[in-house]
């Protein structure tokens, strides 16, 4: 059974990082195209960032919300996958997830809070 356990999330300010880690049980990262995505209140869990498997290369990619700003990375070693988030603002608050991508078929993990202030 995969477990996604998200954490690293909290309060930052405006312009400030963090950086949220996704650990898996069950499962080898690096062998999946992973995603991390968010959902803010009152909207729809959104990708921010994806990552391709070992195999395919680790191609990065990010939505333009975030690119420039945000790095998904992963370490194989530890089989977490990793995004750290600079230049944080109040646009970025919301439960992160990470997860397959495109197709899931893993069950949600419990997501980690960040929360923008100024």
């Known amino acids: 059974q995969v477990q996604l356990v998200e954490s690293g999330g909290g309060s930052a300010q405006t312009g400030g990082s963090l950086r949220l880690s996704c650990a898996a049980s069950g499962v080898i990262l690096s062998m999946d195209d992973m995603g991390w995505y968010r959902q803010a209140p009152g909207k729809q869990r959104e990708l921010v960032a994806t990552?391709?498997?070992?195999?395919?290369?680790?191609?990065?990619d990010y939505a333009d919300s975030v690119k420039g700003r945000f790095t998904i990375s992963r370490d194989n070693t530890k089989n977490i996958m990793y995004l750290r988030m600079n230049s944080l603002n109040s646009e970025d608050t919301a439960v992160y997830y990470c997860?397959?991508?495109?197709?899931?078929?893993?069950?949600w993990g419990r997501g980690t809070q960040v929360t923008v202030s100024s």
């Open positions: 997860n397959q991508y495109p197709t899931i078929y893993w069950d």
């Open positions: 990552i391709t498997s070992i195999t395919s290369g680790d191609h990065t």
